[in-house]
């Protein structure tokens, strides 16, 4: 049974697109078979993030309009062959596929891989359309902050109005010290508030930009950001992983808030 | 045999009763009889004109002002509508329109309201959810949220002001009840976030004076406070 899994948020810059490298190289270290797709049609930046930008020469609009077949336009994974990615095209913009096209690539893929990972544009236009239309399941990405939370509350409203019942929550970019000091919303806080189920929290992790920047994805690393995709991978899979603690005195993470608090 | 056509003044002009059987044609050369027969006494008047005891269509009405118009020197300004089943059909409606404002008709709404959806009700209404942020519910009634209200809440939206505002937990945005509207206080939106209240504390709000007043609702608070 495969499952079709849309990461998105509503507000901009909050990590769907890191959350999507993630959690996609994270379920194919669990051996399952994945496809990622980019559907920020004219923004695209997933491929850069898997570090698989050179490789590209065919694209999701390509294969909507019947330029090559699915398999040409799929690109696997440097270091994991059962990954794939179809990049989004850079040279158009969301008009440019519909629903109805979305619905009939998915339900192709679906065949073959055990998960499909849409990674979902900012705002609730057509492009939001287009990457919910296959969607079974959804991943809602919010940092603490009001803004973004405001932003999920709706795009939750607007994925229950499209029948997608099962919604969690990732909560991405949290930093304990401020939480402590009262300066940011906890993960209780957010989590009461949108009242959603909560499926993880990554906390707000240098090794983030660094993995970004080289193009590998840092899940299953043995940073605390790396840690918490991997557990969000277990928990999309229907494992119970308690909650890692993010003040965890072990982490890289925390040994850098150390340093910080020597000074 | 009766008179097919009768003119009979009133207040406001002159109410015209016509016979119910005869055809139009007829009662048309009716009609022009009996205002050329009193052109005189009406001679360059400006009235309102009414229709009793026949059906008119609209085509009907015309041709029977045209008709005036063209051979007296009346000029009608306006025509009355003075019908029965029309008289009560408003008075059902004014009836109903009452019943709805005075809040004793209302609808369940079951689910949480999100940013950017908007829930209106003819009636009042009961939300058996939350209101978020962003959220806005708008009834002619009264409004009651089972939940925490923590978006828009707009009561008597046709200007009731005896409407009230209940939540079990209240946090609005705003709050408008006919036309008086109340804010939340200024906050920061972190510190309305963690100065949350940790219980829920039922309340309501109401319209006094030119404010909105919220009152937790306690023991014996509707033996102090009629509701209308």
């Known amino acids: 049974m495969s499952e079709v899994i849309v990461v998105t948020s509503g507000k901009g810059g909050v990590g769907k697109t890191t959350t999507t490298a993630n959690v996609g190289t994270g379920l194919a270290q669990l051996d399952k078979k994945v496809v990622l797709i980019d559907t920020d049609i004219g923004l695209r930046n997933l491929d850069v993030v898997m570090g698989l930008e050179n490789r590209i020469v065919y694209n999701l609009v390509d294969v909507v309009e019947g330029n090559c077949r699915i398999k040409q336009a799929l690109i696997k994974d440097k270091k994991y062959p059962n990954l794939c990615l179809l990049p989004s095209a850079q040279t158009r913009d969301k008009s440019s596929v519909n629903p109805e096209q979305m619905k009939k690539l998915v339900d192709e893929l679906r065949e073959e891989y055990d998960y499909i990972l849409l990674d979902c544009p900012a705002g609730i236009e057509q492009g939001f359309q287009n990457a919910i239309a296959a969607a079974d399941r959804a991943l809602i990405v919010t940092t603490p902050e009001v803004s973004a939370i405001r932003d999920a509350d709706r795009i939750i409203g607007l994925l229950e109005a499209n029948e997608i019942s099962k919604i969690e929550l990732i909560v991405n970019r949290l930093r304990m010290d401020m939480v402590k000091r009262g300066d940011m919303m906890s993960i209780e806080d957010v989590h009461e508030i949108l009242a959603i189920d909560l499926i993880g929290a990554v906390p707000d992790d240098e090794q983030i930009v660094i993995s970004t920047n080289q193009g590998e994805p840092l899940v299953g690393s043995d940073s605390l950001a790396g840690q918490a995709y991997l557990n969000i991978c277990h928990r999309i899979l229907g494992e119970e992983v308690p909650l890692l603690d993010l003040d965890n005195k072990n982490g890289v993470w925390s040994k850098f808030v150390g340093l910080f608090k020597k000074n | ?228």
Not at chain 2, 172 to 181: A, D, E, T
Not at chain 2, 194 to 220: C, F, W, Y
């Open chain 2, 1 to 228: 045999m009766p008179q097919p056509v009768i003119l009979k003044s009133n207040p406001h002009g002159i109410n015209l009763i016509l016979d119910k059987n005869l055809p139009f044609g007829e009662l048309k050369q009716e009609i022009l009889k009996k205002f050329k027969e009193s052109d005189k006494f009406f001679k360059n008047a400006r009235i309102g004109l009414s229709f009793e005891g026949r059906d008119l269509s609209q085509a009907e009405e015309c041709e029977i002002l045209e008709l005036i118009s063209a051979n007296t020197s009346i000029e009608i300004v306006c025509i009355i509508d003075k019908d029965e089943s029309k008289d009560a059909f408003y008075v059902d409606k004014i009836k109903e329109f009452d019943e709805i404002q005075s809040g004793r008709t209302g609808e369940f709404y079951k689910g949480t309201l999100r940013s950017g959806q908007v829930l209106e009700c003819e009636t009042s209404l009961i939300v058996l959810g939350d209101v978020n942020p962003g959220a806005k519910i708008i009834a002619k009634g009264n409004i009651v949220v089972l939940g925490s209200l923590k978006g828009n809440a707009y009561a008597g939206a046709s200007g009731d002001e005896n409407t009230f505002v209940a939540a079990l937990d209240m946090d609005p945005v705003q709050i408008k009840i006919g036309n008086v509207i109340g804010r939340s206080a200024d906050k920061g939106p972190l510190l309305a976030i963690k100065n949350r209240k940790k219980a829920m504390e039922p309340q309501m709000a109401v319209v006094s004076g030119d404010a909105i007043l919220i009152e937790p609702i306690t023991k014996g608070f509707f033996g102090k406070n009629r509701i209308r």
